[in-house]
DNA sequence: ATATTATATAACTAAATGGATATGTTCGAT
DNA sequence: ATCGAACATATCCATTTAGTTATATAATAT
């Protein structure tokens, strides 16, 4: 799977309400089929169908315990989500710092037009 | 916007590489459709319904500059998609520290038994 | 006034998503 | 051998997505 993919798959998965809950549960530990069904006003195919989604995407892997299959959560290609997300953070803050100063010039500069105009400062 | 309804719609606009990327280069700075569509082997109306997505989960916002709509980030709703997965990779994270207690006992153990069976120890 | 540039909207299509119900399959219990 | 529990798969449906081409709108340039 090319890096990009994996991205598609992780994002995707994350934009369900239904997933992101499975996945947090999870993060808790292990849990059956059943149990992770269980908080959900949807039918046992339906959570399976968001299970697949997940497997397929390599977020959660399974096992077998007698007729249970738990699954786990796979913390890389989350980690990876995480790791684009950080990425990008540093320049929106960047940003932030860019307009921010802007704003600060703006303002201090509409200060000083008031000043010289009034020839007094009247605060804000 | 509900909170979780908000998750939605940023993760679901993370999920598509084209969106990605947009964001990406408007992390740099603002850019007019134009610019934006340049890179990508796509028509401008596809452009124009990427951004219109972008900007209905409030990622971007567009300015106006006479033709030109510039858009520019939004950072608040990835900020807090980047929160959603920051909370949990520490428990993600002490997931894996378990796990790895657990492999370090059951070698521990497994060890063990092999000094016991042979009265020395062999190494691994 | 008209042409050009930048962008948006409309109408259409194919594929993916998210749900339902019905039915298989697998495995332990009786 | 059969029953029940846990789970998967099949089929169906409505909605959304991601793209297309064609056309409309808005603002500038001539």
Redesign the interface.
């Known amino acids: 799977m090319t890096p ?2 994996q ?2 798959a992780t ?2 998965a ?4 239904t997933r ?1 809950a499975i ?2 549960r999870l ?3 292990e849990a059956s089929v059943t149990e992770l069904a269980q908080p959900f006003a949807m039918s046992q195919p339906a959570i399976s169908k968001h299970l697949k989604m997940l497997e397929r995407a390599g977020l959660i892997s399974r096992g077998r315990d007698a007729q249970r299959r738990p699954c786990r ?1 796979e ?1 890389q290609p ?2 990876e ?2 790791d ?3 990425r ?2 540093q ?3 960047a ?2 710092q860019r307009l921010d100063a802007l704003l600060d010039e703006m303002k201090a500069q509409a200060k000083a037009v008031t000043d010289k105009n009034q020839g007094k400062n009247q605060g804000e």
């Open positions: 990009a993919s991205l598609d994002f995707t994350l934009a369900d309400p992101r996945l947090a993060a808790l530990g959560l913390a989350l980690a989500a995480n684009w997300l950080e990008y953070r320049l929106w803050e940003n932030f």
